[in-house]
């Protein structure tokens, strides 16, 4: 009988193997995405030295004009005095009695700007805007708009002779109606936005305004 050799080796080899069983793998934590934060203010310098702009996120949208203080200049003492004698020339008083050097400084700055019905700014104003600008600027004090309501809110002065630097002067133009103010200096001399020649400094005595003069009216100044 004949037998083939059995090679207990290969056998052994060549048996099926069971399959290892898998052992999942622990599940990795999610990693959580931050949420995106944006981006701190940016300032961008404007072209206007008064404005400078804001843009959040970087975008144009978003933009935002954040004023600037304006810088007070502050006269130099040659200034001053070329000031008060420039102004004490005009109102025929002599250059120490121009005390208040912030009123006349406001006054040259205007001097000369054109009358503009409803006008508020040095391109062109109307008288009772310019009387709110100057005690507004000079006085600190919220001047009401028009010359009717400032007649309507002033102490009454009863002769031009108590009349000090700063109170109002009022005039009826047209009619009986209050339809002009300006600001007394001194002397008889007052400043206001006229029609004919814009901010100018004039005369109670001149035939104009002799005529036309309703009256002067004090606020408290502080």
């Known amino acids: 009988i004949y037998m083939d050799h059995h090679d207990k080796s290969s056998s052994t080899a060549n048996a099926i193997q069971p399959k290892p069983k898998r052992i999942p793998e622990k599940a990795k934590p999610a990693i959580a995405k931050a949420t995106p934060q944006p981006e701190s203010p940016k ?4 072209t206007d030295p008064k404005v400078t702009y804001i843009i959040i996120d970087k975008r144009p949208a978003a933009v935002v004009p954040v004023p600037v203080a304006e810088k ?14 420039k102004y004490a020339n005009l ?6 009695e121009i005390e208040n050097i912030t009123l006349y400084s406001f006054i040259d700055k205007w001097y000369g700007t054109d009358y503009k019905m409803g006008g508020c700014d040095i391109s062109g104003i109307d008288c009772s805007g310019f009387a709110q600008k100057l005690y507004g600027d000079v006085y600190g ?25 700063g109170d ?17 200096l001194a002397n008889n001399y007052f400043v206001h936005a006229s029609t004919s020649n ?10 104009y305004w002799h005529k036309t003069y309703a009256g002067i009216g004090r606020l408290p100044r502080g």
């Open 91 to 96: 109102i025929g008083v002599e250059p120490k």
């Open 141 to 165: 004090i919220d001047l009401l708009r028009t010359a009717l309501d400032q007649f309507k809110n002033c102490e009454r002065i009863k002769h031009t002779k108590d009349a000090t630097e």
């Open 168 to 184: 109002l002067v009022f005039f009826r133009i047209r009619g009986k109606r209050i339809s002009h103010v300006g600001v007394y």
């Open 198 to 207: 814009g901010v100018m400094i004039s005369n109670l005595n001149e035939d």
């Open 72 to 85: 007070t200049e502050v006269p130099t003492r040659h200034q001053t005095n070329a000031l008060c004698r």
């Open 43 to 46: 300032v961008i310098a404007s």
